[in-house]
């Protein structure tokens, strides 16, 4: 097997690991096989286990590798298209139900942290940020709709003292303000799941590359360590495919965002935060940041291009934690680190069924802390055939990249690089 530590960052230094799981032991038999043990897929485990089926997981390396243990910790509450978009895409009647099975993945992170007794602190409040003055408009007249038309009444405006208040910074002119969202440890949360599943029945391999998807009518996934031979597949791994599944990877491409923590601040956080609330900017290329429990900033900006991390991020990171917050300037990176999460073309996720036998949920494009554990929750429905939500989700519009695999990578990194002038000028 090889030895993989949890990924290094602030959140493995602050949660111990637990041993390592064993890796497959040669063939075996299950109902429900999942490549990926993250948020979806542990969830999916968590929710099949307890319907009484025998499910196998497979993971590459650790529990939580990708993108679901390095990420910044947001959990947004709505799909990561605004309500206008899917109106138009779906119509109005399911953009509603799309909105209702955000409420429901609150909920039921809620319920994981409640009633299962999962240890995360939940800090509730998200701030969307504009860093320009023209978005600020477009901004307050979204909270209206959501307030209006969608009866949500925990967002709330902010213009630009009441931002600066918040956030103190000149870099931004106004936004709003969730406070039924909020921040928490996004490893912690795995680990959780991934305990919750074990106690339901599922089985983690830990150290198990699947190199190989078989179709047919009972599929199995190769690995060099032997095949799982399944009733069903879920495919649960968001940017990481490394070449198992064409269908997927022709919509789902990976891209690596990056991360960093400050040293303590002590009473210094209170010259960057005027309270305990996350934020995201309106940045095409995002800068996302909140306060840790321990009095820390994180701070996430910087994307590339590659599922290759730096060998040292921090000197990524530093220059757009100092555009927003200059006064930081003499503050030591403690922790810093990279991970890989999937977009689509559309940033609609891709959730769809590949073969008769064959079901996938990736591509978040940046909104997984709160939509995945519900979308693995909405894959173990369909296995047991409710398929009410899961048809809901196939419909959102995710085309193929253009130039599918080969040539979706120097196309997106063109794009990208538009979008990241833009937000300068």
């Not at 909105?99 to 993945?105: F, G």
């Not at 400050?262 to 010259?271: N, Q, Y």
């Not at 809901?392 to 120097?410: D, E, I, M, N, Y």
Request: with cysteine; charged share 20%.
């Amino acid at each position: 097997m090889t030895a993989y530590p949890p990924a290094p960052s602030y959140y493995s230094a602050v949660n111990p690991a637990p041993p390592p799981r064993p890796p497959l032991g040669g063939d075996a038999r299950a109902d429900v096989a999942i490549i990926g043990a993250g948020f979806t897929g542990l969830s999916a485990a968590l929710h099949l286990a307890e319907r009484g089926m025998k499910v196998v997981v497979l993971e590459q390396a650790r529990v939580a590798w990708g993108a679901s243990g390095r990420n910044g910790g947001q959990a947004h509450i709505g799909q990561r298209r605004d309500q206008d978009w899917l109106e138009k895409a779906v119509g109005p009647s399911d953009a509603r139900k799309l909105w209702d099975m955000c409420l429901d993945a609150k909920a039921l992170l809620d319920d994981t942290i409640g009633r299962r007794g999962v240890d995360v602190r939940f800090e509730k409040g998200l701030i969307h940020a504009d860093h320009k003055p023209a978005y600020v408009a477009e901004t307050h007249s979204y909270v209206r709709k959501l307030r209006d038309d969608y009866g949500y009444p925990h967002v709330e405006t902010l213009d630009r003292d009441q931002m600066r208040a918040l956030v103190k910074t000149e870099a931004y002119h106004g936004g709003s303000i969730d406070h039924e969202a909020g921040h928490l440890d996004p490893l912690a949360l795995a680990f959780g799941l991934a305990r919750l599943a074990e106690a339901a029945g599922a089985v983690i391999h830990e150290g198990t590359r699947v190199l190989r998807l078989r179709h047919g009518a009972r599929p199995a996934l190769e690995t060099e360590r032997g095949a799982v031979t399944a009733d069903a597949v879920l495919i649960c791994t968001d940017g990481l495919m490394d070449g198992v599944e064409p269908a997927v990877e022709r919509r789902v491409m990976p891209i690596a965002n990056h991360i960093a923590t400050t040293a303590p601040l002590g009473d210094r956080i209170f010259e960057i935060f005027g309270g305990r609330a996350a934020v995201a900017d309106s940045r095409f290329v995002v800068y996302y940041f909140r306060p840790t429990p321990d009095g820390r900033l994180l701070f996430g900006g910087g994307e590339t291009y590659s599922t290759t991390l730096p060998d040292d991020v921090a000197p990524l990171v530093r220059p757009h934690m100092l555009n927003v917050f200059p006064q930081l300037k003499d503050v030591a990176i403690e922790h810093a680190w990279g991970g890989v999460l999937g977009i689509t073309p559309s940033r609609a996720p891709f959730v769809r069924r590949i073969a008769p036998n064959v079901l996938v949920a990736a591509g978040y494009s940046g909104q997984g802390v709160m939509l995945g554990p519900m979308f693995g929750k909405i894959l173990a429905e369909a296995v047991a055939g409710a398929l009410e939500r899961f048809d809901l989700l196939a419909r959102l519009p995710v085309p193929s990249f253009p130039g599918g695999t080969w040539l979706r990578k120097p196309i997106l990194v063109a794009a990208m690089s538009y979008y990241a002038l833009r937000d300068r000028l």
